[in-house]
């Protein structure tokens, strides 16, 4: 059987990095006492596949791993059982029974997420942001250079930036993700900072990534359902 977990990382933990928290949570599994599957062969690991790296230094209450389970807990009992097993600053959020095989992968899923950019004290962009989101959002193209390993390339994100709007004092962003179009929101906030006519300083602002989406739409039109909502509890 096929779980999803979805899982919070807070505090502390934004600095590990992804590799990292993979190897965390193969022990924490275990120290849970779950009955994971694992792979056959001379080298066996646990089948467990994560759907959206988390860039170092951003927090998210929206992270997804699929595990495969040889026998199950109802959602409850598991949820408690790994959050026994948790440090400070990672939470188990919920559990559920997900679609078998490849087309129910949470990482070949995602299509979107959420952010929220919060502004380090004083370091709000100009007095009038809040006014300009719509502005920034109504152009045709918000063109960025887009640096690689290998090269920089200009790119147009403006297709990429579903929604971007100002709540309580913070922006709200619903951006493309996944393994094509997947854009970040340090992007958004380089190409907002050039469209108010002010420098760009990574550092002024906090990054927390809120939800995972899959896309269940059409080509025509979006439909975009958190990852948690494919799956079931188990009773």
């Known amino acids: 059987m096929k779980v999803r977990v979805k899982f919070a990382k807070e505090g502390a ?26 792979s056959e062969g001379y080298s066996p690991h646990m089948i467990m596949s994560f ?3 988390l860039g170092v230094g951003i927090t998210s209450t929206g992270e997804y791993f699929d595990l495969e389970l040889k026998s199950v807990y109802s959602s409850k009992e598991m949820v408690n059982k790994l959050n026994e097993a948790m440090v400070e600053g990672m939470r188990i959020l919920s559990v559920r029974q997900v ?15 959420d952010y929220v950019i919060t502004f380090r004290e004083g370091k709000e962009p100009s007095e009038d942001w809040k006014q300009r989101i719509t502005g920034f959002m109504d152009q045709p193209c ?27 004092g913070s922006i709200c962003l619903t951006l493309a993700a996944g393994s094509s179009n997947n854009t ?4 958004v906030m380089e190409a907002f900072c050039g469209f108010l006519g002010v420098p760009y300083d990574q550092w002024d602002f906090m990054v927390h990534r809120s939800e995972l989406y899959a896309d269940t739409g059409t080509e025509e039109e979006r439909n975009l359902v958190p990852l948690e909502d494919l799956g079931e509890e188990i009773e």
């Open 13 to 38: 933990m934004k600095f590990i990095g992804h590799l990292d928290i993979m190897r965390y949570f193969q022990k924490a599994v275990k120290r849970a006492g779950l009955d994971a599957a694992f």
């Open 51 to 53: 759907a959206s790296p």
């Open 99 to 113: 679609e078998e095989g490849k087309a129910g992968k949470a990482m070949s899923l995602v299509a979107a997420a």
């Open 142 to 168: 918000i063109s960025i250079v887009k640096k690689t390993k290998k090269s920089e390339k200009e790119v147009d994100i403006r297709p990429f930036i579903y929604d971007m709007e100002e709540k309580e």
């Open 184 to 187: 970040k929101p340090e992007l």
